[in-house]
């Protein structure tokens, strides 16, 4: 498997779970990177991924791109909305207490405080891709759920 380096701004398709299919996402400054609500059949252009709702953005685990075929694309300039770190939810797995997470730094939290963050995990393929074919179909996530720290 050839590795891939990943760069801000750097475009790349990846594959989903039906043949044929594919998916789109941008890398980050901060090493995670935002995906695209598309599963397409055809090749789009970088202006025409970009153009696309972001479906969510997540931390990936470093060799899934060169472990699952994912491929380069293009470049494009990081939107201002992307450029920054994201916070994240965590719930502890065995107080059960919550936590923001912005940059290495933790805070407990109230519920309210943590409704509508990312909740801080490492995804592989096999995750991203039951996510984002979940909210294609309208599905709830089942990986999403098994992680999220807010009910």
Not at 21 to 40: E, I, K, M, N
Not at 102 to 126: C, D, R, S, Y
Request: charged share 25%.
């Amino acid at each position: 498997m050839a590795r891939i380096v990943k760069k801000p701004g750097d475009v790349l398709k990846f594959p989903l779970s039906t043949a044929g299919r594919h998916g789109y996402c941008q890398w980050l400054p901060d090493g995670t990177a935002r995906f695209f609500l598309v599963g397409s059949t055809q090749e789009l252009t970088v202006d025409q991924i970009l153009a696309l709702p972001v479906a969510f953005r997540v931390v990936v685990f470093r060799d899934t791109p060169s472990r699952y075929g994912w491929s380069k694309v293009g470049k494009a300039a990081v939107p201002p909305e992307a450029a920054n770190p994201q916070r994240y939810a965590k719930k502890d797995i065995i107080s059960g207490k919550l936590s923001t997470y912005f940059q290495g730094h933790e805070k407990l939290a109230m519920p309210t405080e943590i409704a509508g963050l990312e909740t801080l995990a490492v995804w592989a393929h096999p995750h991203i891709v039951e996510r984002l074919e979940a909210q294609l179909e309208g599905r709830e996530s089942k990986f999403l759920k098994s992680v999220a720290a807010a009910a």
